[in-house]
């Protein structure tokens, strides 16, 4: 007995799902084909409207500057002139608005320029930046210079108190130091003057008391046995006074050392002042930025090309409609 063959009926839907998908790929390639004049209509004139832009569209170039804030020694440490931060915020919120309005009454469209000022980070430069037209050229190399010229004014007004501070520090440690020199002068003067009373006062020891003070080991000794004479005790003074003048002394030839290592570091940070300076001079970028103007044109043949496709597909389905239409009628 012979059993129906019950994979054919399930095999047939199958079948007939890629029998359809088949004919739906034909169905849509006769479409293209048909409206080829269409889709290459479209292509073209998507193409005709990037190629026009892409030549009536002006190229536009990077212009851009690098500014070096200077440095300062302030007590052994090394700190720009002024912080980055504050340099960036006054580029964008003083420097740049104040000169674009200058430059705004030769140029109507200055206020349009846009500039963009960047710190690196862990630096100490602005990276000042602009975009724009060839034919603009010059006048954004000009706006950049303006920019670098104002800060390194800036900077040079802060150099310029930075040096009447120390200049009035050094005149401080100047008449300081001429004091202490005249101080070490008179000191001097003084224990000479002691010693010479104190060789005087020994004479008159030793003529007293001649065995005790034959040799200068037993002047002590000989000071001693006569404690309850005038010139004995008087020396005892002195030899305190000496002491005392020469502890001053020696005060006073260190204090003398420190301010002259003061002013050993005050010219120091005279000397180690930078000065603000554009490490790069303000200059163009060798090649344009933005799109190409061959990628704008490869761009709008591949649109064109899409809105070609729909049309043909859309233009298929209006004829369809059409078709119903009258048949219905």
Do not use: C
Not at 180 to 189: D, G, P
Not at 247 to 271: F, G, P, T, V
Not at 278 to 301: E, F, H, N, T, W
């Amino acid at each position: 007995m012979n059993l129906p063959d019950k994979s054919a009926p399930e095999s047939l839907p199958e079948f007939q799902r890629y029998a359809d998908n088949e004919n739906g790929l034909v169905d849509l390639w006769l479409i293209l084909v048909r409206r080829r004049l269409l889709i290459a209509a479209v292509a073209l004139f998507f193409g005709g409207l990037g190629v026009a832009f892409a030549l009536v569209k002006s190229q536009e170039y990077s212009y851009s500057t690098t500014i070096e804030i200077g440095n300062r020694l302030v007590k052994d440490d090394v700190r720009p002139v002024e912080p980055p931060e504050a340099v960036q915020a006054k580029i964008e919120t003083s420097h740049l608005p104040m000169i674009l309005q200058q430059y705004r009454q030769v140029d109507p469209d200055a206020n349009t320029y846009e500039f963009t000022a960047r710190i690196p980070r862990s630096s100490r430069i602005v990276v000042l930046e602009a975009k724009g037209p060839l034919e603009k050229k010059e006048t954004y190399l000009a706006l950049l210079s303006s920019v670098v010229q104002k800060v390194q004014e800036d900077h040079q007004r802060i150099k310029n108190e930075a040096e009447k501070e120390m200049e009035i520090r050094r005149e401080r440690i100047a008449s300081t130091l001429a004091s202490l020199e005249s101080e070490e002068q008179l000191l001097k003067r003084e224990a000479k003057r002691m010693e010479e009373v104190r060789a005087l006062l020994e004479r008159q020891v030793g003529e007293i008391h001649p065995t005790s003070a034959e040799t200068n080991q037993n002047r002590v000794a000989a000071v001693n046995q006569t404690d309850t004479d005038l010139s004995a005790m008087t020396m005892m003074l002195l030899n305190n006074e000496i002491r005392v003048t020469r502890d001053r002394l020696m005060d006073n030839l260190r204090a003398q050392s420190e301010q002259r290592d003061e002013m050993s570091k005050l010219e120091i940070e005279r000397i180690n002042f930078e000065e603000t300076r554009a490490l790069v001079p303000p200059m163009q970028s060798l090649d344009p930025i933005g799109l190409d103007r061959k990628v704008i044109i490869v761009v709008s043949l591949i649109f064109g090309l899409m809105a070609g496709v729909f049309a043909a597909f859309f233009a298929s389905f209006l004829s369809q409609v059409r078709k119903i239409e009258l048949n219905n009628q």
